[in-house]
């Protein structure tokens, strides 16, 4: 999700891949995420329609990450998100039989963001506070009180805030 749509990250501009269907079907096979049943050998095949419709989806769910349900609310319906089993042993998933890649992987993502939510830990899916960054994560610390999407972000905002107090 964070390398399809964010614009900046860790206060540089981003670079997206130049074959981001390749991108994209690298990141779903290294996560062994294929919609059931599986598509080809178990590895994803994209299309470049599908790549560019996967980006959209990923900037759609971003605002979920600040707390947008209503937004969220309308992605659940929008891909169809609904439990259902496939396969045989059926495995549960939360996309229609038959539908459509990007709409299988949009479900699922929905559903798995909704329920995170719905357990009462949306506060632990956050967007990276520092300046120039719009990174999101799902935070597990104990607490829920991780502001920064990682080491370098912490490290510049630390920074920043230190000149801050310099000047005053
Ligand atoms: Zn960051």
Redesign the pocket.
Known sequence: MNALHVTQ???RPVEHPADRRAALEAAFTRHDWTPVPAVGEGRVRLTEESADRLAGVAAELHPAFGGDVAALNRALVRHGAVPSLHGDPPVLAFHRPGTDLVDAWAADACTALAMVIGVGQGRRLRS???D????VFFDVTRNASRR???L??QNRAKATAYRARRRT
């Open positions: 990250a860790r206060g990276c506070e520092a120039g960054c719009e990174l920064f999407c990682g370098s972000c």
